[in-house]
T-cell receptor
Framework: NAGVMQNPRHLVRRRGQEARLRCSPM?????VYWYRQLPEEGLKFMVY????????ESGMPKERFSAEFPKEGPSILRIQQVVRGDSAAYFC??????????????FGPGTRLTVL | AQKITQTQPGMFVQEKEAVTLDCTYD???????LFWYKQPSSGEMIFLIY??????QNATEGRYSLNFQKARKSANLVISASQLGDSAMYFC?????????????FGKGTKLTVNP
């Protein structure tokens, strides 16, 4: 009964490198959300995806950040040319989207990104 | 404008006592959902309880209950019989299904400390 899986749990990158964060939703869930949490802050929405579709990317920075959720495999959040300000915890959540109005988002354990 | 306000940065409670964590929200949408999540020091986000805007009854889940006052736009979390393991950050969140997206908007959180 696996929950939302994220890997890696911790990621260290030097400025200018690329970071790839992976998220496998809960079994039966077809909707994925990415959030970012800065230290001492609440979570901030980044992007909402369904299989092969980006539904809402209103929270994504315009440059260097991209996300995908392919037909097969996990969802990927990609950060190119990382900067120190990208250091944060990145959480993935998934939901079933039954249309019942009670679609709870269940979160993964997060990936802690540190940019040196 | 702040959509979710948690006015208590930190709260203390004695073990076995009840505690209320405040949350007020702002929306003009008649259909919305309110969520509480717990984030222990290990960092994961744990779903606690959900309240829909059309729900007639206050939500309850074990020792957690939600004091939903729609006219006041408040959705306070009540934890009864506090346990040491309840010490954590607690986040209130709201979902507004605008334009098909179901992103969550989070408050800044309340740090709860349960004293023995």
């Amino acid at each position: 009964n696996a929950g939302v899986m994220q890997n890696p749990r911790h990621l260290v990158r030097r400025r200018g490198q690329e970071a790839r964060l992976r998220c496998s939703p809960m079994k039966g869930h077809s909707h994925v959300y990415w959030y970012r949490q800065l230290p001492e802050e609440g979570l901030k929405f980044m992007v909402y995806l369904q299989k092969e579709n980006i539904i809402d990317e209103s929270g994504m920075p315009k440059e260097r950040f991209s996300a995908e959720f392919p037909k097969e495999g996990p969802s990927i959040l990609r950060i190119q040319q990382v900067v120190r300000g990208d250091s944060a915890a990145y959480f993935c959540a998934s939901s079933e989207r039954t249309g019942s109005g009670t679609d709870t988002q269940y979160f993964g354990p997060g990936t802690r990104l540190t940019v040196l | 404008a702040q959509k979710i306000t948690q006015t208590q940065p930190g709260m203390f409670v004695q073990e076995k006592e009840a505690v209320t964590l405040d949350c007020t929200y702002d929306t003009s949408d008649p259909s919305y959902g309110l969520f509480w999540y717990k984030q222990p020091s290990s960092g994961e986000m744990i779903f606690l309880i959900y309240q829909g805007s059309y729900d007639q009854q206050n939500a309850t889940e074990g020792r957690y209950s939600l004091n939903f006052q729609k006219a006041r736009k408040s959705a306070n979390l009540v934890i009864s019989a506090s346990q040491l393991g309840d010490s954590a950050m607690y986040f209130c969140a709201m979902r507004e299904p605008q334009g098909g997206s179901e992103k969550l908007v989070f408050g800044k959180g309340t740090k709860l400390t349960v004293n023995p």
